[in-house]
């Protein structure tokens, strides 16, 4: 299993401003993936974070909206930009054990509201 | 392509049974199933990664239908620690040997003493 650290685990943001999610992988892995999950909604990928590479981003979402870091195998940023009270959710970071079609490990997410 | 769920919602009384449903109009490969309690991170029950395929955790087991695009996973003599929003997940390759999941919507199952 894959232990992930994310933090902060909530906060209250003004609009208009940014906000950095961090998460932390216990053993290297390839590819790190940040969802997003409004309350009793179903999890939305963002994007993936390979390192080394730019990440990849899903319909809907922009990197000027969520630039992504990944600096090394074990670690990885999301910032939430600009933000609006549209932007009020959960955000998870999520790995899969090992490569290839295998279970995704989550951290224990985000809980942002925009005021 | 998102999952379709079925049911939305589900209550049980302890030791009932339950069929959560789950089904693609694209090409199934692999299913995956989450369980997540409120306030907490999903977790992983199983992974189905071929057609007809069954497989078991707890009292909990699933199938796999390839031909059908769909999955069902049971939930047999339900405990308390079963309630939760149960998410199928179906996973498509994203280059390379690396995949990415698409969710359902989720079943909240809640199971009452």
């Given at each position: 299993?894959a232990?992930?650290?994310?933090?902060?685990?909530?906060?209250?943001?003004?609009?208009?401003?940014?906000?950095?999610?961090?998460?932390?992988?216990?053993?290297?892995?390839?590819m790190m993936?940040?969802?997003?999950q409004?309350?009793?909604q179903?999890?939305?990928?963002?994007?993936?974070?390979?390192?080394?590479?730019?990440?990849?981003?899903?319909?809907?979402?922009?990197?000027?909206?969520?630039?992504?870091?990944?600096?090394n195998?074990?670690?990885?940023?999301l910032?939430?930009?600009?933000?609006?009270?549209?932007?009020?959710?959960?955000?998870?970071?999520?790995v899969?054990?090992?490569?290839?079609?295998?279970?995704?490990?989550?951290?224990?997410?985000?809980?942002?509201?925009?005021? | 392509?998102?999952?379709?769920?079925?049911p939305?919602?589900?209550?049980?009384?302890?030791?009932?049974d339950?069929?959560?449903n789950c089904?693609?109009?694209?090409?199934?490969?692999?299913?995956?199933w989450?369980?997540?309690?409120?306030?907490?991170?999903?977790?992983f029950?199983?992974i189905?990664?071929?057609?007809?395929?069954?497989k078991?955790?707890?009292?909990?087991?699933?199938?796999?239908?390839?031909?059908?695009?769909?999955?069902?996973?049971?939930?047999?003599?339900?405990q308390?620690?079963?309630?939760?929003?149960y998410?199928?997940?179906t996973?498509?390759?994203?280059?390379g040997?690396?995949?990415?999941?698409?969710?359902?919507?989720?079943?909240?199952?809640?199971?009452?003493?």
């Amino acid at each position: 299993s894959a232990v992930i650290s994310q933090k902060p685990s909530r906060d209250i943001c003004q609009r208009g401003t940014s906000l950095t999610i961090q998460c932390q992988v216990d053993s290297q892995v390839t590819m790190m993936f940040w969802y997003r999950q409004q309350p009793g909604q179903s999890l939305t990928l963002i994007a993936t974070a390979n390192q080394g590479s730019e990440a990849t981003y899903e319909s809907g979402f922009v990197i000027d909206k969520f630039p992504i870091s990944r600096p090394n195998l074990t670690f990885s940023t999301l910032t939430v930009s600009n933000m609006s009270p549209e932007d009020s959710s959960i955000y998870l970071c999520s790995v899969h054990r090992g490569v290839g079609n295998t279970e995704a490990f989550f951290g224990q997410g985000t809980r942002l509201t925009v005021v | 392509q998102q999952p379709v769920q079925s049911p939305q919602a589900v209550i049980l009384r302890e030791g009932e049974d339950a069929v959560i449903n789950c089904s693609s109009s694209k090409a199934l490969y692999s299913v995956h199933w989450y369980r997540q309690k409120h306030g907490e991170a999903p977790v992983f029950l199983m992974i189905l990664l071929k057609g007809g395929e069954q497989k078991g955790h707890e009292k909990i087991s699933a199938s796999f239908n390839e031909k059908k695009q769909q999955s069902s996973l049971y939930l047999t003599a339900s405990q308390l620690s079963y309630s939760g929003t149960y998410f199928c997940g179906t996973g498509e390759q994203s280059g390379g040997s690396n995949y990415k999941l698409t969710f359902g919507k989720g079943t909240l199952l809640t199971v009452n003493p």
